[in-house]
């Protein structure tokens, strides 16, 4: 079995920083990409980050400049350091992943159950 599980989500004022944290568990021969994702009461989930197994990069443009993803491979975490929170980045916070089982042939892609951000005064 696979697992993604978030901690690091919470209420914060405007301006504020939180640093969001996914740890994968499980029988998992590799990791490729990670990312995460957010989905706004009404809104479709959307890609706020994504990490590569070369440690290549991609942003939302709503987000760039402020938030930063990290993974750190050998513990199978993947990190977002968020900053200058504002309330239209309250979601909640879900963590991919895209990885090859220890058993399986094929990779395949994993969410974790979702982290509350909460921006607010």
């Known amino acids: 079995q696979v697992q993604l599980v978030e901690s690091g989500g919470g209420l914060v004022q405007p301006g504020g920083s939180l640093r969001l944290s996914c740890l994968a568990s499980?029988?998992?021969?590799?990791?490729?990409?990670m990312a995460w994702y957010r989905q706004a009461p009404g809104k479709q989930r959307e890609l706020v980050a994504g990490i590569t197994s070369g440690g290549a990069t991609n942003y939302a443009e709503s987000v760039k400049g402020r938030f930063t993803i990290s993974r750190d491979r050998a513990e199978k975490t993947a990190y977002l350091q968020m900053n200058s929170l504002n309330p239209e980045d309250t979601a909640v916070y879900y963590c991919?992943?895209?990885?090859?089982?220890?058993?399986?042939?094929?990779?395949?892609?994993?969410w974790g159950q979702g982290t509350q951000v909460t921006v607010s005064s």
């Open positions: 499980g029988r998992i021969r590799s990791i490729y990409a």
């Open positions: 991919n992943a895209d990885l090859l089982g220890t058993l399986a042939i094929n990779r395949s892609n994993y």
